[in-house]
């Protein structure tokens, strides 16, 4: 707490020469649907043209949330789930399928990969990134794999933070609150008259949760996270140049009988390096390169270290009505996973390697149709060669209306946690991992409309349909090996809209509903069956209300409902959460948070025996900038 006092001191002093720290004015609903997105479709468009349930979530956005980390951030993204487990760890989630080991979400941030590639899933509390220098957040529900490949299989949050040159000059922000505190900094320039670099830096801790019963769970934690970005432009060409490193720890957490659970530790360091050139006749070439490390420290489950190599190559070009996107890539991962209490890896060291080669061709059929055809041909070490087609039809009756169909496979390829876990630790085991175990697979139909009804009004509809074959399924121990023996549907329903109600009030809201039917097949021993393939609400919703006040203040009051979770029984919950801002002088802004302000604690996630409640925040933050 003194550390943020003295920063909060040091701000406020240093604040004359700043410039501003805020535009309080906002893109216009119909600016919004001008949006640039590229996730869709592997290149810029308009988000009123792209033909898939996507929503961005922006800048302002997120600041108006009041969100501190990207999890949160992601909670204004109406067609994802999100879930908070404890202090640190997420359930993240689109379609279904949520745990804290979710497998079928594709994460990238910048065009880095972020999943762990030993179980195809994301640690959240180690990913973050410094909010305000996010440009958006393109979150697609659905299939993107023709693109992104294996793991893009219920959708893609693609996190794109802005360019040097956008982030010149000097920022700081402190926040302080009862449950999480958090000091970033970063400071931008030129160098000479087409580069621009930024460092940043960033450091939070979150505070213990707690059980129903009122006692303090061994969940809290620190981190620390410094960066930086640079960018060169010059004519036809761009390049990229950027990356992070991070440590963080939470608490002691006792004994485990005769084991010593020490505090999770975590740390890594990433490089990426980007180049592109704009080439003649509306063509463009990119290369993209990265190294990732990672480290994690955990003696209950797995301590696993993974040193990640990737190299991507995209050609796009324009031959009369074909718009037509190629590329190739190469990702290597090796791992050495030491073994916990409960999990093991045998063995305990490995080599993996994905290649894949792709290619997609955009046809205008007419001046408002278009057909888009496309596949992605992607190699494992396990399965082989997987096959990802999809097509996409899009229909514009009018410039501010399209609707658009789409048919798409997509496949979640093994990872070592499918064949190579084992539990316990050493023999006789428990469950022997799955040598046999091969990609589950989704057969995808989408319809959707999307429309600016009005300058004032626009609106998202998403109907959905996946049919799913070979999940994962396991057997009766002991010596139980995981198999692929569960099949069945998910479908259901994803819309948002917004209004301006006046010029000074904007209302947006959203809703999921999913119903879910899996089903064991015929010759499994599965004791568990489908409640093991994750825990999900059959709806929820959310509302929120910004205000634009006078004097330079703003409101914003979310209220959101979470359905019922039925494998753990987690009943559902309804939170109230609030912003108010006040721009103090052109370069500071003094924002109080609260979360959760209408009850006490409530639990998001987890079964009975270990999950703990998520409690009312209320937090102050000061951001200065010059």
């Not at 991070?246 to 740390?267: A, C, N, V």
């Not at 093991?344 to 490995?350: E, K, Q, Y």
């Amino acid at each position: 707490m003194r550390l943020i006092v003295a920063a909060v001191a040091g701000a406020c002093s240093c604040a004359t020469h700043a410039a501003d720290v805020n535009d309080l004015t906002e893109l216009s609903l119909e600016e919004l649907g001008n949006i640039p997105v590229t996730s869709v479709s592997g290149r810029s468009e308009r988000l009123g043209e792209a033909p898939a349930s996507i929503h961005v979530i922006t800048a302002d956005a997120i600041r108006r949330s009041g969100a501190a980390t990207l999890p949160e951030a992601l909670r204004l993204a109406p067609n994802l789930q999100v879930a908070r487990i404890d202090a640190g760890q997420y359930a993240i989630s689109a379609r279904g399928f949520n745990d804290a080991i979710a497998d079928k979400l594709l994460v990238l941030i910048d065009g880095r990969t972020v999943y762990a590639p030993f179980f195809s899933g994301v640690f959240w509390d180690q990913q973050a990134v410094m909010l305000d220098d996010v440009d958006r957040i393109e979150v697609i529900s659905g299939p993107g794999a023709t693109l992104w490949g294996a793991n893009a299989v219920n959708g893609v949050i693609n996190v794109i933070t802005r360019t040097a040159a956008q982030t010149l000059g000097a920022n700081a922000a402190v926040t302080a609150g009862n449950l999480d505190s958090q000091i970033t900094a970063r400071y931008g320039a030129k160098l000479g008259a087409d580069a621009a670099y930024r460092l940043y830096a960033m450091a939070d801790r979150t505070e213990n949760t707690r059980t129903a019963s009122g006692n303090a769970v061994a969940d809290g934690r620190t981190r620390q996270q410094v960066g930086f970005r640079a960018d060169w432009a010059r004519d036809r060409d761009q390049l990229t140049l950027q990356g992070d490193t991070y440590t963080g720890r939470s608490e002691h957490r006792g004994f485990f009988g005769p084991f010593e659970l020490t505090p999770i530790k975590i740390s890594g360091a990433n490089l990426l390096a980007r180049w592109s050139r704009q080439l003649a006749n509306n063509s463009s070439v990119s290369v993209q390169a990265y190294v990732d490390h990672t480290e994690r420290r955990d003696a209950l489950l797995y301590s696993p270290q993974v040193d990640i190599v990737d190299v991507q190559f995209q050609h796009g070009f324009q031959v009369r009505n074909h718009r037509v996107l190629w590329g190739a890539g190469h990702r290597r991962s090796r791992d050495d996973i030491e073994p916990g209490v409960f999990f093991g890896f045998v063995p305990a060291s490995r080599t993996l390697r994905w290649t894949n080669v792709f290619a997609q061709d955009e046809i205008a059929l007419t001046e408002r149709t278009e057909l888009t055809l496309g596949t992605k041909l992607e190699n494992n070490d396990y399965t082989g060669t997987e096959a990802l087609p999809s097509v996409r039809l899009a229909w514009q009756p009018s410039n501010d209306h399209l609707a658009w169909a789409a048919l798409s496979r997509a496949v979640r390829a093994p990872a070592r946690l499918d064949r190579e876990l084992v539990l316990p630790p050493t023999p006789p085991y428990i469950i022997a991992g799955g040598p046999d175990f091969v990609s589950e697979v989704a057969d995808v139909a989408e319809v959707g409309w999307r429309a600016q009804a009005s300058p004032d009004f626009n609106y998202s509809m998403t109907l959905f349909h996946h049919e799913w074959s070979r999940l994962r399924s396991g057997q009766v121990p002991p010596n139980a090996h995981v198999q692929n023996m569960i099949a069945g549907h998910t479908q259901g329903i994803e819309t948002w809209a917004t209004w301006q109600a006046a010029p000074w009030v904007r209302l947006s809201a959203g809703a999921t509903v999913l119903r879910k039917r899996l089903h064991v097949q015929a010759g499994s021993t599965d004791p568990v069956g489908p409640a093991a393939l994750g825990d999900d609400p059959s709806h929820q919703w959310s509302v929120r209300a910004s205000f634009n006040l006078p004097r330079r203040q703003d409101l914003d009051v979310a209220l959101r409902h979470v359905g019922a979770l039925p494998v753990a029984q987690v009943p559902s919950y309804t939170a109230v959460d609030a912003r108010y801002g006040w721009l103090l002088r052109d370069n500071l802004q003094l924002s109080v948070i609260g979360q959760n302000l209408f009850d006490r604690a409530h639990t998001e996630f987890g079964n009975f025996m270990s999950r703990t409640e998520i409690g009312r925040s209320i937090a102050l933050r000061l951001r200065w900038a010059m």
